[in-house]
């Protein structure tokens, strides 16, 4: 059974930075896509990045390139979420999630870290 777990939430003030993880688990991921997701209180979950497992590339979304970063590390089956510049419309429960790379749809959650931005 995959299992997912985020850790390295907080509080922290803007302009500050985190490390998000993800410890991946229950098999292998060669063929996985990882990938970073938020919720902010009364909005829809959104996009963070995402990453293929073997080979590493990666894709961010627009409105966060250049402040988050997405990598891994394959020998600790841990993805991370490098957070810089931050800003209090970064506050959200921040998810990681997994899926197959050829199918349409996460299969896998974590159960999410809270970030917290303060101006």
């Known amino acids: 059974q995959v299992q997912l777990v985020e850790s390295g939430g907080g509080l922290v003030q803007a302009g500050g930075s985190l490390r998000l993880s993800c410890a991946a688990s229950?098999?292998?991921?060669?063929?996985?896509?990882m990938g970073w997701f938020r919720q902010a209180p009364g909005k829809e979950r959104e996009f963070v990045a995402n990453i293929r497992w073997s080979g590493g590339n990666t894709y961010h979304a627009d409105s966060l390139k250049g402040r988050f970063t997405i990598s891994r590390d394959n020998a600790k089956n841990t993805m991370y979420l490098q957070m810089n510049n931050l800003k209090p419309e970064d506050t959200a429960v921040y998810y990681c999630?997994?899926?197959?790379?050829?199918?349409?749809?996460?299969?896998?959650w974590g159960q999410g870290t809270q970030v917290t931005v303060s101006s």
């Open positions: 229950g098999r292998t991921f060669d063929n996985f896509l």
């Open positions: 999630a997994a899926k197959l790379y050829y199918v349409s749809s996460y299969q896998y």
